[in-house]
């Protein structure tokens, strides 16, 4: 009992090292969940960054379509007019019209069963 007790530095380094290797230990997996928090940060801010751009565009194209310009290119663009206009539309001068000639088909008459037959056993 009184060797256990004369060797206590040992003991004591012993069991400082040891809780040093656990600390290492909880350290390297600290180490490890920072980097893949930072890797995944690092795409969240890229996603963000595009959402934000997005909505951006969108908001100046709402912007754009409850504007009055929006509407009259709108109504140009499909023939409507203001009230006190004249829609005008030019006419071209005699567009030649397509003739299309029509080939009746000839349809073949239908074979009998019989001829069918005659010809699959001798040939002809």
């Known amino acids: 009992m009184s060797r256990l007790f004369t060797h ?14 656990f600390l290492l230990m909880d350290l390297n997996n600290r180490l490890g969940d920072l980097s893949r928090l930072n890797n995944q ?49 030019p006419l071209g001068e005699g567009t030649p019209q397509s003739q299309v000639n029509i080939q009746p088909e000839v349809t073949p008459s239908p074979v009998r069963n019989v001829e069918v037959w005659w010809a699959l056993f001798f040939g002809e």
Do not use: M, P
């Not at 530095?9 to 040093?20: H, I, P, R």
């Not at 951006?56 to 754009?64: E, K």
């Open 41 to 89: 940060l690092a795409k969240i801010e890229t996603q963000v960054a595009g959402l934000k751009a997005t909505e951006s565009a969108l908001s100046t194209q709402i912007i754009y379509s409850t504007s009055e310009a929006a509407v009259n290119e709108y109504a140009r663009n499909h023939g409507l007019i203001r009230e006190g206009e004249k829609l005008i539309v």
């Open 8 to 21: 206590w530095k040992q003991w004591l380094v012993l069991l400082a090292f040891v809780v040093l290797f």
